[in-house]
């Protein structure tokens, strides 16, 4: 196991220098900054001054060596935006985007499952088919727009729920978080399910598929057979079989929220990661979309790397480790 | 039942399953739910729709000689100042909603169904020889799937639009460029527990080639989950084209899918123009339902472990 | 659908009697962009600078029509033709207790040019300009050559205070350390992207600040942020989106309130190269550059039916231009209007200049940079091919368009015909005509955003002779001759002015700006 996590870590490594290579040149393709941030007064000298001090006037290799060799003792780079590093401007920003991801993963597990374990053991029911219409709209709704309904509808037609920000924070165990007070519960309440009805249907969908395969299966007959009674045939040995196809998916999903919930953050004005993201990509902000990326490839590959493990932790055929043909 | 019945009754069983092909078989389980039979049919009709779209449209929105910025923003029914009558309204650059419905509903199917299709199948197949060669191979292509999942929709696009420009064709690759990874690590995790099972054990035994075993052993029992991503991912991509398009690095707007036409609308949720929204809206919701409802039946209708 | 409406405007009513009840305590106002620094030579760009304006304060203020009016300094007038004395004000004191002096002046001047990894510094404020110290109270300010803006550029640069200022960094501001003013407003707290808390000055020296608490919070997008107003959680809102202001106008619970603001949106054209790239003939044939000639020109400014621009695409929150600066500004010519829309004109003039049958061009434009860029770019599109132009519209990123306008052909223009805007700083038409419509220079710093590179001697004669023109009503009569120049010739063309709206909750009333700054002093009780 220690050297799987060893190997699959050096690797990433690998992983990390390519795509801030990607990012460096693909974003340099784009164009250079200077133009979106110039105050439309100034004259040529002071675009010159500005190209200076942004170091973007040196050839595209010794920036990036210069970014490389700043890299490997942890200074990712200066926003060109803000002027503050780029790692700390999104450090400071990572409370915020990782309420919204668990708040909204808290959803998803405690509403998905219940729903699609349902839906998968009496397929016929009416609330079933009911659930499943619901799955449906879930993901055929661009969040733009369920984003914005939600709040027309909670936040001024009803007036229940607060329409834009994060709520008050508090601090517990050193972890700093609107989580522990009520009223930053009401702050995140809507923009959490704005971003999970999606999940909620796919993990509703996949459990679903997941258990009417397994009803049928021989393990399940003998279990019963057995005597077991059901909530230890359906809670123990069914989920544990069917967590499969869902635990990669809830893994890739908590990533997509930790890392792109660009469009709820942008309607709620939620002050997280994503909203950072997007207006330095709409900026040309080179240092903060490149500390970002590289952030997050390595958030991915820790959660790869978690995934495979509970993999092998619940289906003992797999057997950890790169195996050959 | 009688003695003489019998022998005419097995023999008019035996006419008929003499001519009971799997084809025949798959459409007669298809069809025990006649919700998804609804579905088929009607997603035949939008399929239509959208490929005569030309020819059933009042106008050809993408065409500016015949919109009018003047007829900008009417309300379902009136009748502008070229005379025609707008049905659905018109939209904020004038042009009419149902026109522009039916020509964004030709772009949204070709978009979603291209791409997901495109992104199937070079997902499918590079998560299977992962999952099936193993070794630093399966970490090699494991990692670009990190590195591909890793990178923001918007920005692939962005620099797509940078390079290439703005086009149906560039969302159509920008779309595979962010698909295909997801396809392929729901894959490989099936196909590594597949090929850990007996049978195929048994078929390399019995010396059957590597790529016969790949695909026609493993990836069927792969299926379930990919078919029930691909489902969803089918409706996610045309809704992502309409995010991509909110966010502004989408279809040209001169050229607006349905996604477009809705993040245009956006602007006017609040101003009392439902029409520009609301009616894309309800196009997109119905064409992905109709997706969505199809691709249920056939995932449980081709699935082989559900009991039939 | 008059259900509908009354069902929202009912529920309207009840959200904003359900919140909470307009309070001297506390302010929220919702921006819509977001301040990117607490530093006030960090970034010389609208959103800071209307943010920082609560905490520190300049030598010469702008009244909301634009005007210039003391701020820090009391007076200040021409000594000399090079050398111009202000008198500052004596009794204001920083945010720390301690007194405003000529030596806080004198240090902001040394320091505004020089902040490292600034993206666009205020070093153009005092470029050129030798500052001495007469006594506490008195400066003079010298430069090389009559320079008549010197007011005008000392109303764009904030002043910090020597003995927090010395050795502060950015990071220092956006902390609070360093963020010592001497504006109505003191600093709480900066959460980047999240908010800016503000707090009362209670020895301000001028108008007693009216709200005890301001929460200055950006929310980007325009639906959300209206709906915030709806919720009653903000209180005031800057930009409203022209899809949303007549339903708030009609709304009882809303106050509206505009102004003209100091911006145009206009069309640059392609008038230095003898080939075109985005411009050829019906077939597709490579043509002469027909923006070349001026009846081209004036042909398709008089194809552009800026009325309809105004009344269906803006839809009415603009105003028809015929020149730069809408009327009321400094340096605008009375017998500039703008072209009346005349199609058949047009069609006339273009067969005049040997295209009857027209050609193919492609126009180019940002998509959500500019209010309804898109929508414009389109709606001109339409307005071209109805002369005969037939013409397609490509609506780039932002990112993407502006590098490639400025520098996409190996370093020159790229693009054939775009849209653009333009705010002018001053308030007056010297400096669009001389970075729009000047001959690119790199010595004299002229044209800097001329990316059609119009050219024209007299024009540039004209220009610099106003720069150097200290008298104020000899410089408001050669810029109108400049500007009627410039668009006689169809150096550009201009399509409308933007009015800038606010909404605020009702009770409130803020007193629209021409610079579009959101500011806290601005609102006032009903």
Redesign the interface.
């Known amino acids: 196991m220690t050297a799987f996590i060893l190997?699959r870590l050096m690797?990433?490594v690998?992983?990390v220098a390519?795509?801030s290579l990607?990012?460096f040149f693909?974003?340099h393709?784009?164009?250079?900054?200077?133009?979106?941030?110039?105050?439309?007064?100034?004259?040529?000298?002071?675009?010159e001054?500005?190209i200076r001090?942004?170091g973007l006037d040196r050839p595209i290799w010794e920036q990036y060596w210069h970014f490389l060799t700043g890299a490997l003792q942890g200074d990712l780079g200066?926003s060109?935006?803000?002027?503050?590093p780029a790692l700390k401007?999104i450090l400071?920003?990572m409370p915020?985007t990782l309420e919204l991801a668990i708040a909204a993963l808290l959803m998803a597990i405690i509403f998905g499952i219940p729903l699609g374990l349902y839906a998968g053991l009496k397929p016929q029911s009416w609330a079933s088919k009911t659930i499943?219409?619901g799955s449906?709209?879930g993901?055929?709704?661009?969040?733009?727009?369920v984003g914005?309904m939600l709040?027309?509808v909670f936040?001024?037609?009803?007036?229940w729920l607060?329409?834009?920000?994060?709520g008050p924070t508090a601090t517990f165990l050193g972890i700093t978080s609107s989580l522990f007070t009520l009223e930053g519960w009401r702050y995140v309440l809507l923009p959490a399910t704005n971003l999970a009805l999606l999940k909620i249907?796919?993990v509703v969908?996949?459990t679903r598929?997941g258990t009417?395969?397994a009803i049928?299966?021989d393990y399940i007959r003998f279990a019963r057979a057995k005597g077991l009674p059901t909530h230890r045939v359906i809670g123990v040995h069914l989920l544990k079989n069917i967590l499969?196809?869902v635990v990669?998916?809830l893994g890739?999903e908590f990533?997509n929220l930790v890392?792109?919930s660009?469009?709820t953050e942008?309607?709620?004005?939620w002050?997280?990661m994503g909203?950072?993201?997007?207006?330095s990509?709409?900026?040309?902000d080179r240092p903060v979309?490149v500390a970002y990326?590289i952030i997050?490839?390595l958030?991915?590959?820790i959660i790869?790397l978690v995934v495979d493990i509970l993999?092998s932790l619940l289906?003992p055929?797999?057997?950890l480790g790169?195996?050959?043909? | 039942m009688s003695v003489t019945e019998a022998p005419a009754a097995i023999a008019e069983k035996n006419d008929a399953s003499a001519v009971e092909t799997p084809l025949r078989r798959f459409v007669s389980a298809y069809c025990e739910s006649k919700l998804a039979v609804g579905a088929a049919l009607f997603l035949l009709v939008l399929i239509l729709l959208a490929a005569f779209a030309p020819l059933i449209a009042p106008q050809n929105p993408y065409d500016l000689a015949q919109v009018d910025v003047l007829d900008s923003r009417l309300p379902p029914g009136e009748v502008g100042f070229s005379g025609m009558t707008y049905w659905l309204g018109s939209d904020g650059a004038g042009r009419d909603l149902l026109s522009a419905m039916l020509y964004g509903l030709r772009i949204s199917l070709s978009v979603g169904f291209l791409s997901g299709l495109i992104a199937m199948a070079i997902g499918a197949a590079i998560g299977l020889i992962a999952a099936?060669?193993?070794?630093?191979v399966?970490?090699l292509i494991?990692?670009i799937v990190?590195?591909q999942?890793?990178?923001?929709?918007?920005?692939v696009a962005?620099?797509l639009i940078?390079?290439l420009g703005k086009g149906v064709d560039k969302i159509i690759i920008a779309l595979v460029t962010v698909q295909w990874a997801?396809y392929a690590?729901?894959v490989r995790?099936?196909a590594?527990?597949e090929s850990?099972?007996e049978y195929v054990e048994a078929a390399r035994c019995l010396g059957l080639s590597?790529a016969r075993i790949l695909f026609r052993h493993i990836l069927p029992n792969c299926l379930?989950?990919l078919i029930?991503?691909a489902t969803?991912q089918a409706?996610?991509a045309i809704?992502l084209e309409?995010?991509l398009s909110?966010?502004?690095v989408g279809l040209p707007q001169t050229e607006p899918s349905l996604?477009l036409l809705?993040?245009n609308g956006?602007e006017y949720?609040?101003s009392g123009k439902y029409w520009i929204?609301t009616f894309p809206?309800i196009a997109?919701?119905v064409t992905?339902?109709t997706i969505?409802?199809v691709g249920?039946q056939l995932?449980?209708v081709l699935?082989p472990?559900?009991?039939r | 659908m008059r259900f509908f409406r009354t069902m929202?405007m009912a529920?309207?009513v009840?959200?904003t009697v359900?919140?909470a009840p307009v309070s001297a305590q506390q302010i929220r106002i919702?921006l819509s962009a977001?301040p990117?620094?607490m530093?006030p030579h960090?970034?010389?760009?609208t959103p800071n600078n209307g943010a920082l304006s609560h905490i520190f304060e300049r030598l010469v203020e702008t009244d909301p029509k634009n005007r210039l009016i003391p701020g820090l300094a009391e007076s200040w007038r021409t000594i000399d033709d090079n050398t111009w004395e202000f008198k500052l004000r004596k009794n204001v004191k920083w945010h720390d207790g301690t007194p405003f002096t000529a030596d806080d002046v004198i240090f902001t001047f040394e320091r505004a040019p020089n902040v490292?990894?600034?993206?666009?510094?205020f070093?153009?404020a005092v470029k050129g300009k030798t500052i001495k110290k007469i006594d506490d109270h008195t400066i003079h300010i010298t430069t090389p050559a009559p320079h008549p803006l010197m007011p005008n550029d000392m109303s764009s640069l904030l002043i910090i205070s020597k003995k927090h200022g010395e050795g502060a960094k950015?990071?220092d501001y956006?902390s609070g350390k360093a963020t010592i003013g001497t504006g109505p407003y003191k600093f709480v707290a900066f959460?980047?992207?999240?908010?800016i808390e503000l707090v009362r000055n209670e020895d301000y020296w001028g108008e007693k600040p009216q709200w005890e608490k301001v929460i200055l919070?950006?929310?980007?997008?325009g639906?959300?942020r209206v709906?915030?107003l709806?919720?009653?959680?903000?209180d005031l809102i800057e930009d409203a989106p022209t899809a949303d202001i007549a339903r708030l106008k009609n709304d009882p619970n809303v106050e509206v309130s505009q102004t003209v603001s100091r911006r145009v949106i206009y069309f640059h054209m392609d008038q230095f190269r003898e080939e075109t790239p985005y411009i050829t003939a019906k077939d597709g044939a490579k043509i002469k550059n027909p923006l070349l000639d001026r009846r081209v020109r004036l042909a398709l400014s008089k194809a552009i039916n800026r009325n309809a621009i105004v009344e269906r695409v803006m839809e009415g929150v603009a105003i028809p231009a015929g020149q730069l600066l809408a009327d009321g500004f400094f340096g605008v010519s009375p017998n500039v209007k703008p072209p009346a829309y005349d199609p058949e004109g047009a069609k006339k003039l273009l067969a005049e200049a040997g295209y009857p049958n027209g050609f193919k061009m492609t126009i180019h434009g940002p998509n959500g940079r500019y209010t309804n860029d898109v929508k414009i770019l389109e709606a001109v599109a339409q307005m071209f091919t109805r002369i005969g132009v037939e013409t397609t519209i490509e609506a780039l990123?932002?990112?993407?368009y502006?590098?490639?306008?400025?520098t996409g052909a190996n370093g020159l223009p790229e693009f054939s015909f775009i849209l653009v805007g333009?705010?002018?700083?001053?308030g007056e038409t010297s400096?669009p005509l001389k970075?729009l419509l000047g001959t690119f220079n790199?010595e004299t710093?002229?044209g800097?955003?001329n990316r059609g590179r119009y050219s024209n001697p007299e024009l540039d004669k004209l220009i610099a002779q106003a720069l150097a023109t200290v008298d104020d009503a000899k410089r408001q009569d050669v810029l109108a001759k400049a500007v009627e120049l410039a668009m006689e010739d169809v150096g550009l063309i201009p399509t409308h002015y933007q009015i800038n709206t606010w909404a605020s909750k009702k009770g409130l009333k803020y007193e629209a700006r021409a610079d579009e700054y959101t500011l806290a002093m601005s609102l006032k009780k009903n």
């Open positions: 190997r690797q990433s690998g992983v390519v795509m990607i990012v693909g974003v393709i784009v164009g250079d900054p200077v133009y979106l941030l110039i105050n439309p007064q100034a004259d040529q000298e002071d675009i001054a500005a001090a942004l200066r060109f935006v803000f002027g503050e401007l400071d920003r915020a499943m219409a449906i709209l993901f055929s709704l661009p969040t733009f727009w914005i709040i027309m936040a001024v037609m009803l007036g607060p329409s834009t920000g994060r249907s796919l969908r996949l598929a009417r395969e049928h299966q499969i196809p990669t998916v890739l990533g890392a792109f660009v469009v942008t309607i709620f004005a002050p997280g909203r950072l993201l997007i207006s990509i709409q900026s040309l979309i990326l997050i490839v958030m991915f590959i790869n993999y289906d055929r797999v057997r790169e195996k050959s043909a | 099936y060669v193993g070794g630093r399966d970490s494991m990692r990190d590195l999942l890793s990178f923001p929709a918007i920005l962005l620099m940078a390079v997801y690590r729901t995790g099936s590594l527990v850990q099972k590597h379930p989950p029930v991503v969803v409706a996610h809704a309409a995010t909110f966010l502004g996604g809705i993040s956006f949720v609040l929204s809206g997109l919701l992905i339902v969505n409802l249920d995932r449980d699935n472990r559900l009991a | 929202l529920a309207g009840l959200a359900a919140a919702g977001e990117t620094a530093d960090f970034h010389n760009l490292p990894n600034s993206p666009a510094s070093a153009s950015t990071e956006n959460v980047p992207g999240d908010r919070k950006p929310i980007k997008s639906p959300a709906a915030a709806l919720a009653g959680d903000v990123p932002p990112a993407v502006f590098n490639r306008a400025s333009w705010g002018s700083d001053t400096s970075t790199k710093g002229f800097a955003a």
